[in-house]
């Protein structure tokens, strides 16, 4: 069965860099687009970043363009986020999400259990 | 896209029929899907296509609807559908965006 598990969540210190990781298995990860997905505490959903099947396009949500980078390892199966300038405003729970086959942008099928990124000093 | 659900919260008996509303600020046609959040869990994919059930969603949920106009029922509410539902859109992107949620509240 398809699972996604996230790890590296914890609490840092603003404008200090933390780097998540999902690792996924049950599916063929090479022919998956993959995305971020955040929840700020007792908010809604929020896009982060996608990252096309071959890791060549990427895409992020303006609240963190540019601090933020997406990748994925195809031959260990494993998405990461890079998160660096980490702001008060980046406290959420990351979910590693499934996204569509290959160039497709689609709902999201499958979701990891998510781990919580807290930033305060 | 903004996408604006709509109400907030709902409060509601086991056994009721319960309609969610979402609207587009821009037609998305009909990709739309709908999701079910149980505190402290992930979501749940329930609908998408704006109208097909996810593998194993029970037949008491369906989705109407397309273009900027979409409807969440659940025709016979159960004790385990009390979450929050959003509803997203995939047609224009980036970013693809999702609705602030309604919940359902016991009455």
């Known amino acids: 069965q398809v699972q996604l598990v996230e790890s590296g969540g914890g609490v840092v210190q603003p404008g200090r860099s933390l780097r998540l990781s999902c690792a996924a298995s049950g599916f063929t990860f090479s022919d998956f687009g993959m995305h971020w997905v955040r929840q700020a505490p007792g908010k809604g959903l929020e896009w982060v970043a996608v990252i096309w099947h071959d890791g060549i396009i990427k895409y992020y949500g303006d609240s963190v363009k540019g601090r933020f980078t997406i990748s994925r390892d195809n031959s260990k199966k494993m998405l990461h986020l890079q998160m660096n300038s980490l702001r008060a405003e980046d406290t959420a729970v990351y979910y590693c999400?499934?996204?569509?086959?290959?160039?497709?942008?689609?709902?999201?099928?499958?979701w990891g259990q998510g781990t919580l990124v807290t930033v305060s000093s | 896209i903004v996408m604006t659900q709509s109400p907030a919260t709902l409060s509601v008996s086991p056994g009721e029929r319960v309609t969610l509303s979402c609207r587009a600020s821009q037609s998305v046609s009909s990709t739309l899907a709908w999701y079910q959040q149980i505190p402290g869990q992930a979501p749940r994919l329930l609908i998408y296509g704006a109208s097909t059930r996810a593998t194993g969603v029970p037949a008491r949920f369906s989705g109407s609807g397309s273009g900027t106009e979409f409807t969440l029922t659940i025709s016979s509410l159960q004790s385990e559908d009390f979450a929050v539902y959003y509803c997203q859109q995939y047609n224009n992107w980036p970013p693809i965006t999702f609705g602030q949620g309604t919940r359902l509240e016991s009455k």
């Open positions: 999400v499934r996204g569509g086959v290959r160039g497709v942008i689609q709902f999201f099928d499958y």
